[in-house]
């Protein structure tokens, strides 16, 4: 096996500058962490709801916001509406199919999403502590 140097260079018929294209990863991996963080909370919600004497069903606001999803009458999760997993991954999408510095509206919902995911965090935290 040989091994050869390699270059990338960014595609010169964009016109996009070294610092926009920083800007637009950096957004990009703050996107996928915040993913990341609000799938643990999910799963963290529903765990606690399955726990006995956990706090149960105010975990529903939490995941209703988080997921998008809600219960339905048997249990089953019913999606009205979208939640901040869905905001972030469209954005992931949007940050990930574009060709420079993020918008200042990109840049305003992972703001957003980071606080409000970050308020439910919290709130999570505190539900969780031994009572």
Same mark, same amino acid.
Do not use: W
């Given at each position: 096996?040989?091994? *050869?140097?390699?270059? !990338? @260079?960014? $595609?010169?018929?964009?016109? *996009?500058? #070294?610092?926009?294209? =920083?800007?637009?990863?950096?957004?990009?991996? @703050?996107?996928?962490?915040? /993913?990341?963080?609000? &799938?643990?909370?999910? +799963?963290?919600? =529903?765990?606690?709801?399955? #726990?006995?004497?956990?706090?149960? #069903?105010? /975990? $529903?606001?939490?995941?209703?916001d988080l997921? %998008?999803?809600?219960?339905?009458d048997g249990?089953?999760?019913?999606?009205? =509406?979208?939640?901040?997993? $869905?905001?972030?991954?469209?954005?992931? %999408?949007?940050? $990930?199919? %574009?060709?420079?510095?993020?918008?200042?509206?990109?840049?305003? !919902?992972a703001a957003?999403?980071?606080?409000?995911? +970050?308020? &439910?965090?919290?709130?999570?935290?505190?539900?969780? @502590?031994? @009572?």
């Amino acid at each position: 096996m040989r091994e *050869v140097p390699l270059t !990338v @260079r960014a $595609d010169p018929r964009t016109g *996009v500058s #070294a610092a926009a294209l =920083r800007a637009q990863y950096a957004l990009g991996i @703050r996107v996928r962490e915040a /993913l990341t963080r609000a &799938h643990a909370t999910i +799963a963290e919600v =529903r765990r606690l709801r399955a #726990a006995p004497n956990g706090p149960g #069903a105010a /975990l $529903d606001s939490m995941e209703r916001d988080l997921a %998008g999803a809600t219960r339905g009458d048997g249990g089953e999760l019913v999606i009205p =509406r979208p939640g901040i997993v $869905d905001k972030l991954a469209v954005l992931a %999408g949007r940050v $990930d199919l %574009g060709d420079g510095a993020p918008t200042a509206a990109s840049l305003a !919902v992972a703001a957003q999403m980071e606080k409000e995911l +970050a308020g &439910h965090m919290t709130a999570l935290a505190r539900l969780s @502590r031994p @009572r």
